[in-house]
């Protein structure tokens, strides 16, 4: 059974920095996608970052330059660094994987999701 669990959200100025982490388990993360979604109150969850099996990094347009995902493949966790923080980056963050190797960027596509962690970006 495929497990993900999210740590490391919190509450941070603008300007701030903040790493989050998703430890794996039933599933080596470098052998999947693996995905960072938000979702901000009253929004629908949209992606942030994924990195594919062979480690190449995918990002949304209003993350890019901010934010770098990467994973650690003998902790079998995936990391989302954020830096440069707005309070437009407050949401719920989830990480995500699916069976197939392909990177998406919806939703739909992805078959097992962690609990979220809350990031809070204050002006």
């Known amino acids: 059974q495929v497990q993900l669990v999210e740590s490391g959200g919190g509450l941070v100025q603008a300007g701030g920095s903040l790493r989050l982490s998703c430890a794996a388990s039933?599933?080596?993360?470098?052998?999947?996608?693996m995905g960072w979604f938000r979702q901000a109150p009253g929004k629908e969850r949209e992606f942030v970052a994924a990195?594919?099996?062979?480690?190449?990094?995918y990002y949304a347009d209003s993350v890019k330059g901010r934010f770098t995902i990467s994973r650690d493949n003998a902790k079998n966790t995936v990391y989302l660094q954020m830096n440069s923080l707005k309070p437009e980056d407050t949401a719920v963050y989830y990480c995500?994987?699916?069976?197939?190797?392909?990177?998406?960027?919806?939703?739909?596509?992805?078959?097992?999701w962690g609990q979220g962690t809350q990031v809070t970006v204050s002006s």
């Open positions: 995500a994987t699916k069976n197939t190797i392909q990177v998406k960027t919806t939703t739909r596509d992805y078959d097992y």
């Open positions: 039933g599933r080596t993360v470098s052998g999947f996608s």
């Open positions: 990195i594919s099996w062979s480690a190449t990094p």
